[in-house]
């Protein structure tokens, strides 16, 4: 395994903000991996962990409609914080 | 609901190897820009310590593109050369070198060069710390995505009906662009299509759109577009057709 999953950081992280309910959302490199992390997450916190079976193209591709499914708590691996581009930089010489 | 972000960082050492200084001193290339993606972004340090000692006067040259979070750090959608915030350094630079592995995310400078002709583009390195190896990507590789827009784009200006795009992805949503796009077509019939995510498949029943423009992920419009039996463009590149058919040297 050449990437950190953090998992550590993640458990912490769900103790903290009490989610009961956590979703994981993996770019395709890496949901070979889903089971050691739900296994893992599971057994460190209270909490029931299910995966996203969908696409995780990057941090702009957030699942939307978890709220209603009383998901606490959505962790995405691979990426950082994204900024989402204002119009006036979506391109060049555009206003 | 909370979101966490993991980056999932590359967590052995990065060790760039003489095949990539050799390159750098046979072409002469003395100020590089210096990508990685998130997983190896942390490195970048390392990296620029190892090219001290390999040749101080190298210049090693480090930017935060419009929507990343860290300096360096390189997204595929990054792929408009104003998103790379490179300013007036264009002409001062040699070449770039991008740390990491795989051609997603490199290929955003090959794209973001798409209107340079072959004496202002700037060769992209790849160093792939995993492999331990090195590959690049030239003025060439634009070729067949490039031709491809350039059609398509051909088709755009000759066409009456437009399927316009927009999906509901939080770091996308750009529904309001319609208006945009109207505005530098009034002529044409624009019918507006809203998803949560794009495949070629849900296009194909839409028989009546003669070009689709997309307001989602900009790699949909290059790379995507090029293994497409429909046509799609940008819609960054369809509000500037005429300006960017000039400039397509291929």
Redesign the interface.
């Known amino acids: 395994m050449n990437y950190d999953l953090e998992l550590d950081k993640v458990s912490k992280y769900v103790k903290e903000k009490e989610a009961k309910l956590v979703c994981i959302q993996l770019p395709d490199g890496l949901k070979q991996y889903s089971k050691s992390i739900v296994d893992e997450l599971e057994e460190k916190t209270n909490s029931k962990v299910i995966i996203w079976l969908g696409e995780c193209f990057g941090a702009c591709d957030i699942p939307l409609g978890l709220d209603q499914m009383k998901i606490d708590l959505l962790v995405q691996w691979g990426h950082n914080l994204f900024h989402k581009a204002e119009w006036s930089k979506l391109g060049d010489g555009l206003e | 609901?909370?979101?966490?972000?993991?980056?999932?960082?590359?967590?052995?050492e990065v060790n760039l190897n003489d095949e990539l200084f050799n390159y750098l001193k046979q072409n002469n290339y003395k100020k590089i820009v210096l990508f990685a993606s998130?997983?190896f972004v942390n490195h970048l340090d390392s990296v620029k310590t190892q090219f001290k000692t390999f040749d101080n006067n190298i210049k090693i040259i480090t930017i935060k593109p419009?929507?990343?979070?860290?300096e360096g750090?390189l997204?595929?959608?990054d792929l408009?050369?104003?998103?790379l915030n490179l300013n007036n350094e264009w002409n001062e630079i040699d070449c770039f070198l991008y740390i990491g592995d795989g051609l997603f995310h490199p290929k955003a400078l090959l794209f973001a060069q798409k209107?340079k002709d072959k004496n202002e583009f700037k060769e992209i390195l790849m160093f792939d710390p995993?492999a331990n190896k090195l590959s690049s990507l030239k003025h060439e590789d634009n070729e067949k995505v490039m031709k491809r827009l350039k059609g398509n784009l051909m088709k755009l200006l000759a066409s009456d009906t437009i399927g316009f795009i927009a999906t509901?992805?939080?770091?996308?949503s750009?529904l309001y662009?319609e208006k945009k796009l109207k505005e530098k077509y009034p002529n044409k019939k624009i019918y507006v299509f809203l998803t949560?995510?794009i495949t070629e498949n849900i296009l194909e029943p839409y028989t009546f759109i003669d070009v689709w423009v997309n307001s989602a992920?900009p790699r949909l419009g290059f790379d995507d577009a090029e293994h497409m039996r429909v046509s799609m463009i940008?819609?960054?590149?369809a509000?500037?057709a005429e300006e960017v058919l000039t400039k397509l040297d291929f």
């Open positions: 609901m909370k979101v966490l972000t993991i980056d999932a960082s590359y967590n052995k998130v997983q419009s929507r990343t979070h860290k750090q997204l595929g959608c408009y050369e104003n998103n209107e995993i509901i992805k939080p770091g996308q750009f662009l949560d995510n992920c940008n819609i960054v590149d509000l500037r």
